[in-house]
């Protein structure tokens, strides 16, 4: 049963940085992308970022410069890097993970930036 649980979310002042961690369990394959997720009260899920299993990544519009994702190919982790926090960052963040047709979620961590 493959697992993600992150951690790392929280409340911070706009400006300010977090930094989001997943650890996956259950599974001894190399996922072929993982990446970040996110979804605001009353707006659908959208990709913050995603990094494939040659290193290549992708990035919302409206996070690129601010954000870095990276994934650790051994622990099969990944984690994002968030500076220059702004208010409409918050949202709950998801953990994803893919594998030939197969996706698999995090619980989620919220994530609060205050103006």
């Known amino acids: 049963q493959v697992q993600l649980v992150e951690s790392g979310g929280g409340l911070v002042q706009a400006g300010r940085s977090l930094r989001l961690s997943c650890a996956t369990s259950?599974?001894?394959?190399?996922?072929?992308?993982l990446g970040w997720y996110r979804q605001a009260p009353g707006k659908q899920r959208e990709l913050v970022a995603s990094?494939?299993?040659?290193?290549?990544?992708a990035y919302a519009d409206s996070v690129k410069g601010r954000f870095t994702i990276s994934r650790e190919t051994a622990q099969n982790s990944v984690y994002l890097q968030m500076n220059s926090l702004k208010s409409e960052d918050t949202a709950v963040y998801y953990c994803?993970?893919?594998?030939?047709?197969?996706?698999?979620w995090g619980q989620g961590t919220q994530v609060t930036v205050s103006s």
């Open positions: 994803h993970a893919q594998w030939a047709l197969y996706h698999y």
């Open positions: 259950g599974s001894t394959v190399r996922f072929t992308s």
């Open positions: 990094v494939d299993s040659d290193g290549s990544t």
